[in-house]
Structure formats: structure tokens, C-alpha cells
């Protein structure tokens, strides 16, 4: 099991919320590296500055995969299917498998997205 990071995950490490610091502490000590992507950093990156020192500390731990074409592609047909529009959660979705948590501030908008995906993930809200 892997966390998937959306931007409100990311924004509530930068924000030092406790329960979401612990839950991230908790999957590295479990030997898991959680994962997002570039369009994500995109959405939460800004100055990178001393105000970002928490977000880019939390950055260092996570894998961030590419928006390449094939993820933006297969991002694209899920979205066909799921009736939806956000490139940036579909491709989201894409990263998790059966049994990973998806840690979001809009449930409603990646639940759609998992079941026409297929996946079978837990949904959090961060």
C-alpha cells in the first residue's frame, strides 16, 4: 500500500497539519515512498521560499513522477469515461493500484475518477 498525494495532501504537510505529517511519517517508516506527480508540485509550488521549507522537506520524500505523454494520454481516456475534465487527478489516479490510499481534499472529485479507472483504492480526505 502507497500514499498518492494530491495537492491538498501536499498543502496540508506545508501547513504542518499534524495527522497528515504523522500518516506520511507512517508510510516511510513502513518503507513506503509516496507518490504524485509534476502537475501536482505545479499546483502547490510557488516560491519555494522559507514559507515552502515544510512542503519542499515533504517533496524530498516523495517520488514525483512525470506528466509524460503516455500518463496524459491514458489520463485523457479516463477522463473520456469517467465524463470528468481535471487532466491533473486523472492522472493522479493512474498512479495508485489495488489497495493504495489516495490522500485528497476532494473525494468526490477522485471517486468517480478510481471507479472508471478500475482501482480499487481507499479515498482520504487530507
Do not use: C, N, Y
Request: glycine share 8%; charged share 25%; aromatic share 2%.
Amino acid at each position: 500500500m502507497k500514499l498518492v498525494l494530491d495537492s491538498g495532501a501536499l498543502i496540508a504537510l506545508e501547513r504542518a497539519d499534524r495527522a497528515m505529517w504523522r500518516r506520511f511519517k507512517a508510510a516511510q517508516i513502513a518503507g513506503e515512498v509516496p507518490v504524485s506527480h509534476g502537475g501536482i508540485v505545479g499546483q502547490v509550488w510557488r516560491t519555494g521560499g522559507p514559507s515552502q521549507a515544510l512542503l519542499a522537506k515533504a517533496l524530498a520524500g516523495v517520488e514525483i513522477r512525470a506528466l509524460d505523454d503516455a500518463l496524459g494520454r491514458a489520463a485523457g481516456e479516463l477522463l473520456a469515461r469517467a465524463r470528468r475534465s481535471d487532466v491533473i487527478d486523472a492522472a493522479l489516479v493512474l498512479l495508485a493500484d489495488d489497495e493504495d490510499h489516495i490522500v485528497t481534499s476532494d473525494p468526490a472529485d477522485m471517486e468517480p475518477l478510481a471507479l472508471a479507472a478500475d482501482r480499487h483504492v481507499e479515498i482520504i480526505r487530507a
